[in-house]
């Protein structure tokens, strides 16, 4: 390999919107009185740090690993060796898996950032699903490189 990565995708979400509105309006709200503004201010700010934390996600070939980053503030990411994946699918999560990165039981770990697309990752012990709005190549990069 040339030390450029062979796939990376970025998706850029809509729900840092609404956390920067929410900081918003919590600011605006601790502008009118001092009894709650500390309160309001202290959720401006979380809210300004989720929606940064989750502006967008970014899947990377490394390599040997699958790289996972929420971003722009790189607070959550996550690295896959290849030789860890078993099987890839190219499926759709459902409403109720929601957004961010949690774990389901009986569903396995979701990394979501908007939409319902996402490729799923048996890792043997586990599963992993990654959102993304490129499942189709997403899914023809990791079948092409575990075949290799």
């Known amino acids: 390999m ?3 990565p ?6 850029v979400g809509r729900i840092h919107w609404l956390m920067f ?6 600011f605006v709200g601790a502008l009118g009185g001092p009894q709650t503004a500390d309160a309001l201010l202290l959720l401006a700010v979380v809210f300004t740090f989720v929606g940064a934390c989750f502006r967008s996600l970014t899947v990377r070939d490394e ?3 699958l790289a996972l980053r929420y971003g722009p503030l790189p ?4 690295r896959i060796p290849f030789d860890s ?3 890839v699918e190219a499926t759709r999560s459902d409403l109720l898996d929601g957004w961010g990165v949690h774990w389901i039981p009986g569903r396995g770990w979701i990394w979501n950032l908007w939409g319902l697309d996402c ?3 048996d890792l043997g012990t586990r599963v992993l699903r990654i959102g993304t709005d490129d499942p189709q190549g997403l899914e023809s990069f990791l079948r092409e490189r575990l075949a290799g």
Do not use: N, P
């Open 2 to 4: 040339d030390g450029l």
């Open 6 to 11: 062979r796939y990376e995708h970025t998706q």
């Open 21 to 26: 509105g929410a900081a918003g309006v919590c």
């Open 63 to 65: 390599g040997d690993r």
């Open 75 to 78: 607070v959550f990411s996550k």
């Open 85 to 87: 994946i078993r099987a």
């Open 119 to 121: 490729v799923r990752l």
